[in-house]
């Protein structure tokens, strides 16, 4: 299980930072999420692909709408499970695989935009 947790901060100038923290619904424009799994005696193969497209407006001060920010990003993992333990009412199951992140972040500021994008691949191990 894992969920994420976002904090910002906006810094302009002499301006003070303005710090925040939201909930994920508040910030979420779109969504798919998919996972399977498929078995065949001790292996398993599994996999999932996710899909979030999050932004918000920000607001400082009397300016409505003077800066905002999309974060467009997918996530992918497959993975290649055996079960080392089986009785029939209990299993253990040892895995490996991979998941890929890739994100991709823009904000626009009085109407300035800049943008960078991320990618990595991290390992999965486990039980």
């Known amino acids: 299980?894992?969920?994420?947790?976002?904090r910002t901060s906006l810094d302009i100038g002499r301006n003070?930072?303005?710090?925040?923290?939201t909930s994920i619904f508040n910030i979420l424009n779109s969504?798919?999420?998919?996972?399977?799994?498929?078995?065949?005696?001790?292996?398993?193969?599994?996999?999932?692909?996710?899909?979030?497209?999050?932004?918000?407006?920000?607001?400082?001060g009397p300016f409505n709408d003077i800066a905002n920010w999309v974060l467009d990003g997918t996530m992918t993992s497959l993975v290649l499970g055996y079960s080392v333990f089986d009785d029939g009412q209990s299993r253990v199951e040892a895995f490996g695989g991979l998941r890929h992140w890739d994100l991709d972040l823009s904000t626009t500021?009085?109407?300035?935009?800049?943008?960078?994008d991320e990618s990595w691949t991290d390992p999965l191990i486990g039980a």
């Open 1 to 6: 299980m894992w969920g994420p947790d976002f």
């Open 16 to 21: 003070p930072p303005v710090d925040g923290s």
């Open 31 to 60: 969504a798919f999420l998919i996972a399977g799994e498929a078995r065949n005696g001790r292996w398993a193969v599994g996999g999932e692909f996710n899909y979030l497209n999050l932004g918000d407006d920000v607001n400082i």
């Open 109 to 116: 500021v009085a109407g300035f935009t800049a943008s960078t």
